[in-house]
């Protein structure tokens, strides 16, 4: 009878489990020029979040402070989680900057505006 009561009860905590497990996905998308590329709603670097193919948060070289894109994420994130996402981000935009100058030297590259995606 223990026996009986032991895999009744793991066979039902395993189903449990399966039932409400969810697959999410989590991207990173991060745009860079080597230079402003003077065209509306384009900026020298953006960074942005996804979440389940929702945006997230936003970033921008223009604005450059990690802003949250949906309310639950405004309601529940204290201000801290934003200060240090906004850090995360410079150091990610000068990141990029500096690998793109790398880049065009050692592609003998002009100014003219070129896109690393």
Not at 6 to 26: A, D, P
Not at 95 to 109: G, H
Request: aromatic fraction near 12%.
């Amino acid at each position: 009878v223990l026996k009986m009561f032991i895999i009744t009860v793991f066979l039902l905590l395993s189903t449990g489990l399966t039932v409400n497990s969810e697959i999410h996905s989590l991207r990173y998308i991060y745009t860079a020029f080597s230079k402003p590329p003077r065209l509306e709603g384009f900026h020298e670097f953006a960074a942005l979040s996804l979440l389940d193919n929702r945006m997230i948060d936003y970033f921008d070289s223009d604005h450059p402070t990690k802003v949250p894109k949906q309310d639950w994420m405004k309601e529940r994130l204290h201000d801290d989680y934003w200060e240090k996402g906004t850090q995360s981000r410079k150091s990610k935009q000068q990141w990029f900057k500096v690998n793109i100058d790398i880049l065009m030297k050692r592609m003998r590259q002009n100014d003219s505006v070129d896109a690393w995606m």
